[in-house]
C-alpha cells in the first residue's frame, strides 16, 4: 500500500535554528498537508497546498512557518528560527482529490527544540 | 468552527470485552465525514473507520462499529472483543464536504488489560 514518507523520525535543534521537516507524498497525489501535534495534545491542522501554493492555512501557520514543493516528490515544512513551543509531532498527508477520500498520513517526525 | 469533543481522557477495557468510546462534534454543516482514528505507540495515524453523515447506517470494520446519532451530532465508537493491539490513543475527527483539513477531538487513551 502506498505510503506517506517522513524524515527524519526524530530531529533535534537548538532554539533559534531553522529546521526542515521533510515529507514524500504518494506519487499521485496533488494535495499536500501539514499537522502539529504537541506531546499530549490534539493533532491540529497547520496549512494545505496544492498547485504550488498554500490553499489555506491555520492561525497557527504564522510568519515564521512555510512551505515548498522543491521538486516532483518532496514537500517540506521549513521553520525559520524554532521556538521550545515548536517541539512536538508533525504530520505530513497528501491527498488525491480535494477531499478526504485517500487522504493518508505519514508517521510523524518528532521534532524536540532544546 | 467546527469543533469535536472526547470527554473521555482515558479508558480501559478488559481483553476480549466490548468498550465505547464517546465523541460529540459541532457543526452548522449538513454534509460532513466523521472518523477515528488510532494512533499507538509509534506515533503513526491510522485510519479506523469513517463514516458519511448522509447515510443513516452505521459504519462497521470487523470488530470495529460507530453509534452514529446526527440530531445529537454525536459519534462514539465501540471495540468489541478487545485485544492488546488496540492499546492506543484514540483520535474522533470531523471533516467538512467543503473543506481540505480534518478537525481532531483531543483524543481518548485506551489501555487493554490481560
Known amino acids: 500500500e502506498p505510503e506517506v514518507t517522513q524524515t527524519p523520525s526524530h530531529q533535534v535543534t537548538q532554539m533559534g535554528q531553522e529546521v526542515i521537516l521533510r515529507c514524500v507524498p504518494i506519487?499521485?497525489?496533488?494535495?499536500f498537508y501539514w499537522y502539529r501535534q504537541i506531546l499530549g495534545q490534539k493533532v491540529e491542522f497547520l496549512v494545505s497546498?496544492?498547485?504550488?501554493?498554500?490553499?489555506?492555512k491555520s492561525e497557527i501557520f504564522d510568519d515564521q512557518f512555510s512551505v515548498e514543493r522543491p521538486d516532483g516528490s518532496n514537500f517540506t515544512l521549513k521553520i525559520r528560527s524554532t521556538k521550545l513551543e515548536d517541539s512536538a509531532m508533525y504530520f505530513c498527508?497528501?491527498?488525491?482529490?480535494?477531499?478526504?477520500?485517500?487522504?493518508?498520513f505519514g508517521s510523524g517526525t518528532r521534532l524536540t527544540v532544546v | 468552527a467546527q469543533t469535536v469533543t472526547q470527554s473521555q481522557p482515558e479508558m480501559s477495557v478488559q481483553e476480549a470485552e466490548t468498550v465505547t468510546l464517546s465523541c460529540t462534534y459541532d457543526t452548522s454543516e449538513s454534509d460532513y465525514y466523521l472518523f477515528w482514528y488510532k494512533q499507538p505507540p509509534s506515533r503513526q495515524m491510522i485510519l479506523v473507520i469513517r463514516q458519511e453523515a448522509y447515510k443513516q447506517q452505521n459504519a462497521t470494520e470487523n470488530r470495529f462499529s460507530v453509534n452514529f446519532q446526527k440530531a445529537a451530532k454525536s459519534f462514539s465508537l465501540k471495540i468489541s472483543d478487545s485485544q492488546l493491539g488496540d492499546a492506543a490513543m484514540y483520535f474522533c475527527?470531523?471533516?467538512?464536504?467543503?473543506?481540505?483539513?480534518?478537525?481532531f477531538g483531543p483524543g481518548t487513551r485506551l489501555s487493554v488489560l490481560p
Open positions: 498527508a497528501s491527498s488525491a482529490q480535494d477531499s478526504h477520500y485517500g487522504y493518508t
Open positions: 497546498f496544492y498547485n504550488n501554493e498554500i490553499s489555506e
Open positions: 506519487s499521485n497525489h496533488l494535495y
Open positions: 475527527a470531523y471533516f467538512g464536504n467543503y473543506g481540505q483539513n480534518f478537525v
